[in-house]
C-alpha cells in the first residue's frame, strides 16, 4: 500500500498484545511513509482491550486515545464518522470529528467547500477535491484531496498529524488507524517571590581621561648668531662683549566652539657688531676707503653713509593663534609680527601666515618646528630732509627644535634647536637681511 511504513516493529507488538499500551516509535521513520513530521509523547497508561466491532463497510476502525470508536457494528457513534477510508494508498479520516475531539473549532463554507479548523497555535484550511493543504498560512501539496464521504469531509491522515501535532500510526495487522494527542500543557506560573531580588550595585564608570594640553613657556641662550645685512657683512655675535642673544616663547592649547585651538608668543632679540676701520692719517670721509664696513647704505637707495661701530639690536615678536589640522599637535593659523632695532629704523608690523608643530610635553622626548611667513612687514621712515619713506621686508621666520623631559612630575624641560629669519627687500630697505644660529635653554611646563 503506498505511503505506507513496514518498520513499525514495537507498535506490531503492541498491537499483537491487544494494544493495551501504545508506546511512540523510537525510529520517527516508523511513521515516515504517511508523511507525517510531529510524534506527541505516548500515554503509558495500561488500559483494558479495546472492544472495536466491525466497521461500516468499507472503512477502517479509528483507536482515538486507547477508545475505539464504534459502540456496535455498522452504528456510527453519535452520529459521527469516526472511521477511515483508504483511497489509492492513502489514508484518509474524519475532519471534524478527530478535529473537534481534539479541541478545535471547525467551520465549514458550502459555496466553496472549504474548512477552516482553528485551535490556539495551529490554523489549518483544506478544501474539498483540492489537493492542497494550508497549515498556518503555508500551503503545502496532497497526494488525494479532501473528499465528502457520507456527509462527512474526510481528509488524508497527515493533514492531522502535521496541523495539529498529534501521533498517528497504521497498523496493518489489525487493519487499524491509533491516534494520540496529547494537548500542549498549559505554562505554569512561578510562585511569587518572597522577597525582592537582589540589585547589583551600578557599576561606578570608569574615570574618562582628559586630553592632555600644551601649556608652558621656554627661554633659550642663542648662540653666537650670524647677521648679513647693511650692518654686517656676516659679522658673529659675541655674547660676552656684545650682549646675550635669547628667544623667549609661550603657548597653550584649548577647546573653543568645538575645535582645539592654540596660542603662541615667540619673542627673539639679537645682538651683533657694526665694525669700522679707523682711518689713519685722517681723511675727509671714511667712506672713501674701500671696503669700511662702517659705509652703511641709506634707507631709499640713496647712498651711503657712514655709521661708527657699535652693537645693533634687532627684536622681533609675533603673536600666533591656530588650529589644529592633524596630530600630533599640527596647526595651521594666522600670526601678527612687531619688528624693531636701535638703529634708527621705524618700527614695523604685518599679518602674517604659517604652520606650527608645538612640542609634546607629555613625553620624554618630541620634536617640534614652525614656518611662519610675514608678506609685508613695514614701517614708515623720515630721512633728515623730511622725506617719507614706506620701509618693508617680505619676512620668513622659521624654527626647528626638541624638548626633553625629566620625568612626568617634574615640570622643567631642556629646550633645544636652531632658528633663524629671512628679510627680503620689499620697498625701500638698504638690503636683504638674514638672522640663524643655534640655542639652549630651559622651559616650564603646566
Not at 506490531?12 to 511512540?24: F, K, M, S
Not at 612640542?359 to 614656518?371: E, I, K, N, R
Request: overall charge neutral.
Amino acid at each position: 500500500m503506498k505511503r505506507l511504513s513496514t518498520g513499525v516493529l514495537a507498535v506490531l507488538i503492541a498491537a499483537g498484545l491487544g494494544l493495551n499500551a501504545i508506546a511512540a516509535p523510537a525510529n520517527h521513520a516508523a511513521v515516515g511513509n504517511l508523511g507525517i513530521n510531529t510524534v506527541a509523547q505516548a500515554d503509558t497508561t495500561t488500559t483494558p482491550a479495546a472492544n472495536f466491532g466491525s466497521p461500516p463497510s468499507g472503512q477502517i476502525p479509528i483507536l482515538y486515545n486507547d477508545h475505539h470508536v464504534y459502540s456496535k457494528p455498522d452504528k456510527l457513534k453519535a452520529g459521527r464518522v469516526l472511521a477511515a477510508l483508504v483511497r489509492g494508498g492513502t489514508i484518509l479520516i474524519p475532519l471534524r470529528s478527530m478535529f473537534e475531539q481534539m479541541g478545535a473549532t471547525v467551520a465549514y463554507d458550502a459555496s466553496s467547500k472549504t474548512v477552516d479548523v482553528s485551535k490556539p497555535g495551529a490554523d489549518v484550511k483544506v478544501t474539498v477535491g483540492k489537493s492542497e493543504v494550508v497549515i498556518n498560512g503555508e500551503s503545502r501539496p496532497l497526494d488525494v484531496p479532501p473528499e465528502i464521504y457520507q456527509g462527512t469531509v474526510v481528509v488524508p491522515v497527515r493533514v492531522i498529524s502535521e496541523g495539529m501535532g498529534a501521533y498517528v500510526l497504521w497498523v496493518p495487522e489489525k487493519r487499524l488507524v491509533v491516534v494520540r494527542y496529547v494537548p500542549p500543557m498549559a505554562p505554569t506560573a512561578s510562585p511569587a517571590p518572597t522577597e525582592a531580588p537582589t540589585v547589583p550595585p551600578t557599576p561606578t564608570p570608569a574615570p574618562v581621561a582628559t586630553p592632555y594640553h600644551d601649556l608652558f613657556i621656554a627661554g633659550d641662550y642663542i648662540i653666537s648668531p650670524k647677521v648679513y645685512d647693511e650692518f654686517s657683512p656676516g659679522n658673529t655675535g659675541n655674547n660676552s662683549k656684545d650682549g646675550f642673544s635669547y628667544a623667549l616663547r609661550g603657548g597653550v592649547e584649548f577647546n573653543a566652539a568645538g575645535l582645539p585651538w592654540m596660542l603662541e608668543g615667540d619673542y627673539r632679540q639679537i645682538n651683533y657688531p657694526h665694525n669700522q676701520i679707523v682711518p689713519t692719517p685722517p681723511v675727509l670721509s671714511p667712506c672713501v676707503v674701500p671696503g669700511d664696513p662702517g659705509c652703511v647704505t641709506v634707507i631709499g637707495g640713496g647712498g651711503q653713509t657712514f655709521v661708527p661701530a657699535f652693537t645693533v639690536r634687532d627684536y622681533d615678536f609675533d603673536a600666533r593663534l591656530g588650529l589644529k589640522v592633524a596630530d600630533p599637535r599640527i596647526y595651521v593659523g594666522v600670526g601678527y609680527m612687531f619688528r624693531g632695532n636701535n638703529a634708527g629704523y621705524p618700527r614695523r608690523n604685518g599679518l602674517g601666515f604659517g604652520v606650527e608643530k608645538l612640542p609634546d610635553l607629555d613625553q620624554a622626548f618630541s620634536l617640534y618646528g614652525s614656518v611662519w611667513y610675514y608678506p609685508g612687514v613695514k614701517g614708515t621712515y623720515t630721512d633728515v630732509f623730511g622725506h617719507n619713506f614706506s620701509l618693508s621686508y617680505n619676512t620668513l621666520k622659521y624654527q626647528v627644535g626638541g624638548v626633553f623631559n625629566f620625568g612626568p612630575q617634574t615640570p622643567v624641560f631642556i629646550d633645544f634647536g636652531y632658528l633663524g629669519s629671512n628679510d627680503k627687500n620689499k620697498s625701500n630697505a638698504p638690503s636683504d637681511r638674514s638672522t640663524a644660529g643655534a640655542y639652549v635653554g630651559l622651559g616650564l611646563k603646566f
